[in-house]
């Protein structure tokens, strides 16, 4: 069974829409990315403070789920799952703007919960590949929230959602006890565990640290590699940190607080290293949509 599938992720930072052909290799898919685009909407900005996407950011989204709509009809995709997250769960309008979307586009957004968010992001299966020794915690840092997926011998120990986010973080929205309570979970559900722990990060930001960091594809970044970027970054202005590292506007800013979130949890799991596979919400997104057409025996 060969399909092109997409999936288009609302984050709380940008949008994705990404395109893949999949092929059933006796029994197991291959998945071939053919294109990603990304559109920085930055729903989170207004959401995190008033609870509303503006009618400007909600023309911004059509302009991007139309344009998507047209590169899927350019690339014959056969099939599509749309998904929302974090921005999109706490804006007091979202139904109505997925109404809008709906009518112009014929694409229904589910918004999805943090928990399912996280599932998705582990079913890209990397932890199946590692050693039985260790243990795997699975973090992925958005916009609007964090979700934690933790492994031990191949088994899902636990999946958590925490509304500690890059652009939270930004508008000064998370509370000490929102970072005691998730520091406290982590010890808790991480004991027994101390010293074996493995991180596999997921998430724009740390993607970038790993680019920027010239490791080779597969090698880990080591938790004190991460606490030099954070204290170098943050000795820089917004604009030089642009200029020096390259970095788009709507990566500069959000870069420093992921730093902090990422070095935090791997510091409470007692993790020293982190694996960055090029994994995402969308990549999840892709394979629970081919999961779904198999099961259902859909003809393409």
Same mark, same amino acid.
């Given at each position: 069974?060969?399909?092109?599938l =997409? !999936?288009?992720?609302?984050?709380s930072?940008?949008a994705?829409?990404?395109?893949s052909?999949?092929?059933? *290799?006796?029994?197991?898919?291959?998945? %071939?990315?053919i *294109?990603l685009?990304?559109?920085p909407l930055?729903l989170? #900005?207004d959401v995190?403070e008033n609870?509303m996407?503006? /009618?400007e950011?909600?023309?911004?989204?059509?302009?991007t789920?139309k344009?998507?709509? &047209?590169?899927?009809? =350019?690339?014959s995709?056969? &099939?599509?799952?749309a998904? =929302?997250?974090?921005?999109m769960?706490d804006a007091?309008?979202?139904?109505d703007?997925?109404?809008q979307?709906?009518?112009?586009?014929?694409?229904?957004?589910e918004v999805?919960?943090?928990?399912?968010? !996280?599932?998705?992001? $582990?079913?890209?299966?990397? /932890?199946e590949n590692?050693?039985?020794?260790? !243990?795997?915690?699975?973090?992925d840092?958005?916009?609007?929230s964090?979700?934690?997926? #933790?492994? /031990?011998?191949n088994?899902?120990?636990?999946?958590a959602? #925490? %509304?500690i986010g890059?652009?939270?973080l930004?508008?000064?929205q998370?509370?000490?006890?929102?970072?005691?309570?998730?520091?406290?979970?982590?010890r808790k559900?991480?004991r027994?565990?101390t010293?074996?722990?493995?991180a596999i990060?997921?998430?724009?930001? +740390?993607?970038k640290?790993?680019?920027?960091?010239?490791r080779?594809?597969?090698?880990p970044?080591?938790?004190?590699?991460?606490?030099?970027y $954070?204290?170098?970054?943050s000795s #820089?202005?917004?604009?030089?940190?642009m200029?020096?590292?390259k970095?788009?506007?709507?990566?500069?800013?959000? +870069?420093?607080?992921?730093?902090?979130?990422?070095? %935090?949890i791997?510091?409470? !799991?007692?993790a020293?290293?982190?694996?960055?596979?090029k994994i995402?919400l969308a990549?999840?997104l892709?394979?629970?949509? $081919? =999961?779904d057409?198999?099961?259902k025996?859909?003809?393409?």
């Open positions: 069974m060969n399909m092109r =997409a !999936a288009i992720d609302i984050g930072n940008a994705r829409l990404l395109i052909d999949v092929t059933d *290799n006796y029994g197991k898919p291959e998945f %071939n990315k *294109n685009v990304r559109v930055r989170g #900005f995190f609870k996407i503006t /009618a950011k909600t023309a911004m989204i059509m302009h789920i344009a998507y709509k &047209h590169l899927l009809e =350019a690339y995709v056969d &099939h599509i799952k998904a =929302a997250t974090s921005a769960r007091a309008n979202a139904a703007i997925i109404r979307v709906k009518e112009q586009t014929g694409i229904e957004i999805i919960s943090g928990g399912y968010e !996280a599932s998705l992001i $582990y079913e890209n299966h990397i /932890a590692l050693d039985k020794e260790h !243990a795997y915690m699975y973090i840092v958005g916009g609007g964090t979700e934690l997926t #933790f492994f /031990a011998g088994k899902l120990l636990f999946s959602s #925490f %509304n890059t652009i939270r930004l508008k000064q998370v509370t000490v006890s929102q970072w005691d309570a998730m520091k406290e979970y982590i559900e991480t027994g565990y010293d074996k722990i493995i990060g997921s998430g724009g930001n +740390i993607n640290i790993f680019s920027l960091s010239k080779k594809e597969g090698k970044l080591h938790i004190d590699l991460l606490k030099d $954070y204290k170098e970054f #820089f202005a917004l604009e030089d940190r200029r020096l590292y970095l788009r506007e709507d990566r500069a800013d959000v +870069i420093v607080p992921a730093l902090q979130i990422y070095i %935090n791997m510091r409470w !799991a007692t020293q290293e982190i694996n960055v596979p995402g990549d999840g892709i394979q629970h949509l $081919y =999961a057409i198999k099961k025996g859909m003809e393409v």
